[in-house]
Each structure stands twice: as C-alpha cells, then as structure tokens.
C-alpha cells in the first residue's frame, strides 16, 4: 500500500487501492496497473506510454477510450 497513493478511484479495475495491494500481494496484479504509478514509472522512463496503454486496454478492453457517444453513461444514454 505504501506506493499506492490511496484515491481509491477505481481506474485499475479494483475497487479501491487496497484492494489492488491485496491482489498483487496474491500475484494476480502489478502496480503498474495503478494508473498513477503509470505515470510514476512514465516519468522515470521505466514504463513506455504504449505499455500503460496496453495496461489500460488489458483491464478494460480495447479502445473503450475512444469518443463513442452510444456508450452507457454518454450524454444521450437516457
Ligand atoms: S488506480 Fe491507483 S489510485 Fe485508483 S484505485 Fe487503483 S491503485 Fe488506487
């Protein structure tokens, strides 16, 4: 927990930074999937920016960030 910074936004795919401390502790994650520690490891050159993309794509699927607005939550998704 100590290098997670404890937003508990839920953009690692777990629902709060304890929880992805638990499932690394396990071996069922890295750190790198905290995409704080992303940007952590991007800026001491340890993570290329096309990797934490992957990372974001393997816990979320392939381009879910791209401008669709279909999309449940989009502002015509009433
Ligand atoms: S992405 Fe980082 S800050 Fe957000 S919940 Fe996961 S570990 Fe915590």
């Known amino acids: 927990m100590c290098y997670l910074p404890g937003f508990d936004c839920g953009a690692c795919g777990a629902p ?3 929880s992805l401390a638990e499932d690394v ?3 069922n994650a890295i750190l790198s999937h905290c995409v704080f520690m992303q940007r952590q490891m991007e800026k001491h050159h ?3 920016p096309e990797h934490a993309f992957n990372f974001i ?3 979320w699927g392939k381009d879910r960030l791209d401008k669709k ?9 009433y």
């Open 46 to 48: 340890s993570l290329s």
């Open 57 to 59: 794509e393997s816990i």
């Open 69 to 77: 607005c279909d999309k449940k939550g989009a502002i015509n998704d």
């Open 16 to 18: 709060t930074c304890k």
């Open 25 to 27: 502790a396990k071996g």
